[in-house]
Structures are given as C-alpha cells and as structure tokens.
C-alpha cells in the first residue's frame, strides 16, 4: 500500500467536508419537521400539555419562537451544535440524556447482526461464484431471492414462536436482560464488552441468550443483498481479462482466488456493506419493536406514536450522524482497498 | 525432429442459446522452435479461438470437440488442470488485447511480475523484485524503478502492452502467443511495442504466434502466415508469397481489400478494368479555382477545462471537395469533426459555411437551422450508431421527416431510394438493428445521412469498425455517391492508406493542431513535417512483389 | 404497409415472449403470481369467504380449520378474509408510490444524465447520498411530519424510492448520450428535449421495468413495515403490517398463525415481483445474470 497516512488523513478531512451539506440538509429538514408539524412546540417544551398559557407564552419568548423563521432557524443549529435537542415528554428528561442511554443497546444489535450476516454471507457468495450453476450455486440464490422477500417483524416473530414457544431454547424475548439479572456497571453501556470486563460470564451468557434472536432476525434480512453482490461481483471479476491472464502466467488457484479475485470483488461489496448498515438502522425500528429492545429506534417510535416530536429529531439527527460516520469509514476502508480512487 | 507445436484436425464447438455453434472446423498447424507464424483471417474467422484453445483458456461455453494439439509431443487438450498450470507461463505464455484490462488494476506491476516469476520458480520476495526490474528494463520501461510501484491505471496503453510483454516472457517460456497485440493502440506505439516483441523473442529463442486482422503486421513481423475463414484454414505460405500470388479465392479478395500504399479504390473491390477506364485513379478532379469556398473554419478551439482538445485549427473547403483529417486518438480530430457539425460548441474561432457563419450558433439551437440538412455526418462504430428500436426504415425517415417535411408515399419513395443508393436491399428495410450485419448498420448510417440530400457530409471513421473485405465495399459506395451527388467530404480517419485513396487534400493534426497540410498525393510521398512522417513510418506494409522488410 | 411493418415486429415479440416464458418457467411463475395477485385485488370483495371487518368473538383466536381455513383472530374475524381485503390496500400503496417515483425520477434523471455538468454532479451526490442515508428512517420521519395518513405513506414510499430510479436513469442516459445514433438524431433535426423524451427514455424503459418489478416488493414492504410500527393505516381496516403487528400480541402463546399466514401473503407478493424482476433482467440482458 503506497497511500501514505497524509493521504488518508487529507481524504478523511475532504470527504467529511463533502458530508457537510447532507448533515446541513438534515438539520434544516429536522428544523422543519419540528416548525409544520401539527400543535405549538412551545407546549412541548413547557412542562406538559398542562402548562398555563403564560408559561407557554414564557417559553415561546425564551426559545425564541416570535422571532422570524431564518433566525430560528439559527438558533436552532446553535442549540443542536451545543448538544441541545430539547426534552421528551414522554420521559421527562432531556433528549440527549435519553440517546446516551440507549445508543449502546442498538449499536450492539446492529453489530452483532452485521458480523453474523458477514460472516455467513461472503464464505456462500464466494462458493457459489466459483462453482456457477452447482447445488451450492442454486441454493445461495434460492436463499437471496428468499432473504429479501420475509419482512424482518415477520421471521422475527415466527423466530420467537418456534425458538421461545415451541423449543424453550430462547429466554422470554423483551429486552436486553432479564429482568431478575444485574446488569453490569455500565463502562461502555455494551453489555457482552461490560460483562466481559467485570468477569461475569454468567452474566455474558444471559445477554448473549437475549441478543441472539434479534441479532439473528436482522442478519436475516441482509445476508441476502450481501451474499448476493458478493457473487456477482466474484462472478464478474472472475469473468475479466486479467484472470485470464494470471491464468496464462501459471499461477496457482489459490493466489487466483484470493490475491486477485477475492482482493478485487470485494470492492463494490465494501460499497453495500454501507447502505446494508443503514438499511438495518432502519430495521432497528422494526426489530427493536418486536423484541422489546431498549435502543434508540423505539424510544423515537414510542416517542411518534405519542406525539412527542423532540426525541424523533433528535433520532433523525442521530442517524444522520452516524450515517456520515459510516460513509466515511466505507470510503477510508474503499480508499484503502482501491489504489485507483486516491488518484481523483 | 519434431516441431514445437503441432495442431491436429483441431475443432472447437461453443455452446450458446441458439445451440453449439462450430467455431473451429478441423485445422492443422505447426510451429517449429524460434519460428514466427502469422495468424490472419476476419472476424469470426476463429482465429483468437485458436490461440485460446491451445492454452486451454477457453470460456466456459468452449469446448475441444477434436484433434490434438501436441506441444513438444505431449497433448495439451487432455493435460489436467494441476499439468496445464505447470505449462502456463512457463512453456506456453500469451499477450492479449487491451492490455489495461490483462492487468490486474489494483496490484502494483513489480507484484504482478513477480507472482508471475514465482508461479514457477522459488525465488525470495527481494530476487523476484530485482528480476522483476531486469524485466522492466528489457521491455524498455523508463525509469524502471519508480515502474515497480505502479498501478497500471498510471501507465499509457502501450506501457501496459509491455508491461503485458515483460510477464509474458518472465518465465522464459518456450512459446508466445500474442492475440491482436497492438489493436487499439496508435500506430506509431504500435510499431514500437511490434519491434519490441520481435526482437524479444528473436534474443530468447521463442517461438511466436501473432494473430492479427492486420495482413501488413502479419507480413513485416512473421516468417510464415496461414490465412483463416470460417473457422478453417484456408491458406498457408511464407508472407510475400502469399501476398503476390494468393492462390485461394477467400486469400485473394482479402489481400485485395487491404489497402496498401499504392492501392486504389478500385484494386480494393477486386475491379480489374484495364487502366483509363472505370474508376480514375485519381480519386476526383479537383474543383476549378476561384470557386466560393464551401466551409471555411478560422481558429477553431475547443476546451475542456484547462485541456484544449482542439487549439486553433483553420481549414478550408470547396464545394465537392474531399478532405482527410488524419491523426492518432487525442490529436483532437473527432472533436473537430463534431464542432463543424455542429454537435457541440467551439470555445474559440468561426465557422463559415456557403459565407454564412455557423459557429455562433449554438449547438442547442442548430437542429432548427435551414443548414442543418447541407451538413451531415456518418458515425464511426455501425453497431451504435442506429437506435435499436428503430427499424432500417424508422432511421432513416426519421431525419427526413424533420428536415423535410415529407410524408407519406413521398416520405416512403425517397427512404427506398436512399437505401437503395446505399445498397441496402428493399428485403432489409423493415429489420432492426440486432438483425443486421456490420457492413448491412454502416450502410443504414450512409442511407439516413444522404436521404436528406447535404452538401457536405462528414464521415467520422466510418470504416474503422469493420473488417477489410466490407471496408473496401464501403469506401467504393461512398466515392460513388460523393460523385454523384458532388457532395464535399470531410473524411476523419487514422488510417492514412484509406484516406489517401478518399482524399484530393490531407490535414495531418497532432494535439489539437495542424501539423501538415497539402495535397494527398504529394503528402503522402514527400511528408514535410517530422511527425507525418513517422506516422508514415509506423504503418506496415505488405508490399506484394518486394522483398520482406524483416525476418523473425 | 407501415401498419404492417408496425405489427409484424409486435406480434414477432408476442412470439418471442411466450418462447421466453417457455425456457424460463420460474419466471413465467412468478408472472401469473404477480397477475393473480392484481386479480385477487381488484375483486377481493368478491373474494373473502367472511366480512373481513364483522366480529365473532365466541370463536376468538382459533387455529386453521376447514371452516377458517387461516383461523381467527383476537375478534373471531376470519384471518384469511382479512388477509384476501388487505391485498387491495398493499398493491395500490405500493404501485401508486412506485409509479410516481417512477415517472418523477425516470424524467430527472434522464435529462440530468442527458445534460451531464454540474448539476448533473450534484443532483448525483445528492441522490448517492439519500440512499445510503437509512430509508426507512426518513420515511418515518416524512410521515411524522406530513402527517399520519395513508396518502403519506406513499407519498414517502415514493420519495425514497425516487432516487433509486434517478440514479438508474441517468446512469442508463450516460453510458448512451454520446453514442452515433443519439449524435445522429441531433444530426437529423432532433432537439435536445426530443433525444431525450422520444429516443433515450424508450431505449431504457425494459431496463427500468426490471427495476419497477424489484422495487414493487421492496415498496409492499416498506408500507407494510410503516403499518406495523403503527404509522399509516389504522386498525380495524385490514393491512399485511397490522395483520402482523396484532398477531405479534399473541405470539408468545403460540397463536402462531396470526402472524404467519398475513407473513406468507407478504412474502409471497414480494417473491413473485422479485422474480419477476430478476427473470425480466435475464431476458433483457443475460450479462448480468446473477
């Protein structure tokens, strides 16, 4: 690899700047969401529904709420820059406290699906592409077409039915523990990095039990789309001039595969590896709704459906965050990968 | 002794949707040690499928139905995989066409050379590096060095040809078989990387196979030549035999065709008239003097950017005049093709045309222009050049119902006679696109562009795409038609033999600018600039009657 | 004799299509699926054995028997008529929301892909930079800020589609904008507006029948995944999504075909669309077979 830190860095630096007017174009899309949505924010923002009119006319002067739409808007990304996202009704405590709590739940699920759905889904592409047309060939994509097609809450359910119900071999599927086990003292709010920590792998076992199923559910839905392009893209590497021309030079099958097929057709599965991320953060909401999961995604949904907009705000704004996260590390990883994009 | 490679009644079928296609019928060959064959026939003619199925690196679908190849006695088509990987690279290398793609994009060349030099021998990382330089150095890469840590998208085609070359040889393999080296490479690189591959296989001792469409590179780089069509092996000799006194028929029309520097359009569709009748051998006679001029282009420049894809170029043209503009990719001669017809905007300099200016026009607007019918253009590659949707018929109506109005039996009587002038029989003229051949789609993209009845028909590489055979045929409509219709030509080509046989006047461009200009004849014979003449250096001929200019 | 030259190639295609059909079983399957499927919508009133809506409470959450071929419900409402009234709900949500983004992104794309420059650039980072932002999120969002109604979900199905079909446009629009025969139609008298509406669109519409096909499944269930966390459609009118999301009350005791059976008609539907897609795609352009 000749792409020096500098580079990578100077990369990091630029591509950050180019997720700029997305974050910007959410921000202003979350402003709005909060301005036409239906009701007087100011009343949010006071003690509750039961607030008097003066307090409501206090807190409408205080957020600055008579003042005109753009300086709103102002004070508005000042506030979300300072950390500032406003309160939840709902749990009466400030919406960043709440996001803070509750990110780590839904992070782990999210990876602990990703690394199943990785782990599964390139070994199947892989053997199916260098075998077309065989059994194994058939039943990946038999397995794709079928993957796609079940709604996350659907097999996580019947998942539930068959696991909890009829073999006992899952715990009661509501949240991340127990509700008769410890937690762990919360270092990094990861409960298998916490357990793992402290030593308690009584403990570890317990919510490991409990992460499985969801975790599952959402590897489910993503293994498809990642198995999927990882055949087609080792189908079409292997397919070009330069295997043939390794092949024409005598090189061994394995260097074939791995060093020059495998190294290349992974590129574009880097690519959807990216939006499969974002993909299951939106499957959060459905899988987190399912299996009672403490994360962000169903505080945002209880927030909706009681029509406590601030914590869907600060949802939105929270995905967007970690959408740009995710992007930049795809493109740094992609960078890495492929020394033809450091050169436009 | 018995010779290095021998092919036996060797037949390979491809399977496809259609059902197995025969795509080699039962040929023989053989090639002793250190010998150079040419390989030469059209498309489809099986050629490359020869080469592919001696190193058993055939697609899927491809299949040895027959024969024996027998490399140093020993039958290659029933060699496991594990034994043919021990030949590869080692015994048997190949070169393909379109070297960027043959290398492997995201792999530096000194780590490609060197898994090529440890496929087959145990060398450290450091040796195979430091070998990997020597070879960088024979296929005279400069500064070799820096070379080893390069991705290929950072070198030119033609250093990925070497580059291709350099792992080819890497192993020292006793036989190389080079498919279409040079095709799509300029002509001066490809002489270049030419001269190189022979000259590298003459010091090891290789025996080399090249397989081009190309009969000129057959007989300046190959010792002996066999000619293919259809899939069989119609004729083998040494080049300059075969070249003066082809004996098969399929033999001659193809030697015929290939234009060479003395060629005429009439020797390239086998017309044998006596001298003074028929076809002239100059191609048209020049327009009286004092004539207003047809088009007159004054500055033209063309940026991208900072790049200027076309930096001042002025010509002049007279009613019924054909002018080549010749020189190789990025001299800038499409873009001035496109400019003057008014495809895209000029950044600088006008465009007269019949005394009216042009250039100011925008592109955006020209299509309502009452110049929009003189000026017309016949497009490079047949195969996109007609919406595939659009029936034969369909494209060729469809410019002249919007430039002229017609309708009707009107409009159906003048798209029968455009097609008919073009030789497109009435029988195609309701086919689409995928239903026609490549000669059948350029004479569609002639018939739309006459049906208008222009003044001035630019012809952007018309042939290009094309084999020899139906080039020839196609060169010979268009002068017909430019001389019945007194149409001017601007005639954009690469190739400088076609274009001295179209043109009365060349323009030869290189970087956006003129370098030369003059009449053909005279250029041709006696080029005044540096650059035209190695142009003209780089073409290779085949002379019929001459001595051969190299022997492997 | 243009009428002839016009119906002979059709009828030609007819041909090739039934032969098409032929050596692809699986997709000719996956067709007649996808037209039941319409049919059943379009007559489902006609269709359910039970009033989908009328309560029987005595014969409450009872498994599959040859009287409720699905079972019942919390209410005693026969499942599998609710599941047959629901089809009509899924497939206009789904078809209306794809056929608006289709015709809205088919257009900006192509003339951006047409027109290439800077703002071709940006309406691409823009569109690159929507799709990988989490979909489902921001439809959840638009409906939260719309309002929670039905015409917002499609509405915000059709806005997150619509940069899949801009995307596909232009990149169908690119890779043809500078062949001869788009030069040779500007040659031959053709305005820019023209190239792009009467050649360019028809030459990429097989390829975004392919894409409309995918996204279909992709839309059922997008709608169905909005209705299950409760956005959109509202109980009692039967939906796939609500289906699902009050059998999920009953799961844990075992009511198993509360939530399988309206899974199946949901997967079903998006199966049949997703083959059909994948069959098009090969008929259409075999090198990307995958």
Redesign the interface.
Known sequence: M?TSLGATTGRAARRLL??A??LI??LV??F??MR???GDPAVFFASGPNAGQAEIEAVRKQMGLDRPIPEQLLRYLGDVGTGQLGRSMTTGQPVMKDLRERLPASLELTFAALLIALTLSIPLGILAALRPGSAVDHGVRLLC??G????????G??L??VF???LGFAP??TGRLDVFAAAPPGITGFLLIDFALTGDWEGWRAAAAQLVLPAVTMALFVIAPLA?IT??SM?AVLG???I??????????T?IVV??AL??AI?PVLTIA??VF??M???N??VE??FSWPGV?SY??DA??SSD?AP?QG??LL??VI?VA??LVVDLLYGL????VS?S | MSPLLRIENLSVTFATRAGPIEALRGIDLTVGAGQTLGIVGESGSGKSVTAFATTRLLDRAGRIAGGRILFKGQDVSRLSGKEMQALHGAAISMIFQNPRAALNPIRTVGLQLADALRAHRDLSAAAARARALDLLKAVLIRDPERRLDAYPHELSGGMCQRVMIALAVACEPALLIADEPTTGLDVTTQKTVMDLLARIAAERGMAMILITHDLGLAAKYCGRVVVMERGRLVEEAAPGRLFAHPQHAYTKRLVAASPTPNSTLADLVGETRPAGSGIPAAPHPAPPRGTALLLEVQDLVKRYGNAAAVDGISLRMRPGESLGLVGESGSGKSTTSRLICRLIDPSEGTILFDGQSIGDVPARDFHRSELRRAIQIVFQDPNDSLNPRFSAFDSIAQPLKRLTGLRGAALRARVMESAERSGLGPDLIDRFPHQLSGGQKARIGIARAIAVRPRFLILDEPTAALDVSVQAMILHLLDLLRREDDLAFLFVSHDLNVVRMMCERTIVLQNGRVVEEGASETLFARPQSAYARELLAAIPHFDPGAPLAATA | MRTLAVTAPSRAMLGHLAWVLRRNPLTALASAGALALCLVALFSPWLTPYDPIASDVPIALQPPSAAHWAGTDQLGRDLLSRIIAATRLDLAIALSAVGLSFVVGAVIGSFCGYAGGKLDRAVGRLVDVLMAFPLFVLAMAMVAALGNRVENIVVATAIINLPFYIRFARAEVNIRRDLGWVEAARAGGESHASVVLRYLLPNILPAMAVQISLNLGWAILNAAGLSFIGLGVRPPTPEWGILVAEGARFITTGKWWLVAFPGLALMLSVLCFNLMGDGLRDILDPRQRT
């Open positions: 000749r180019s997720s007017p997305a174009g959410v899309f979350t709005l969401l036409v949505l239906p077409s079928l796609v097609c079940v709604p996350t809450f659907v097999s359910l019947l539930i039915y909890y119900y009829l009661d599927p999927r055949r087609a189908l070009s001039d330069f043939r021309t390794a092949r024409s030079l005598g090189l061994s099958r260097q060093t020059y190294r290349n590129l990216g939006i974002s993909t953060l939106g499957a909401v459905l709704k399912v995604a945002a949904l909706l459906l907009y869907v949802f939105v995905m967007a959408f995710v992007n990968a492929d020394p033809r050169i």
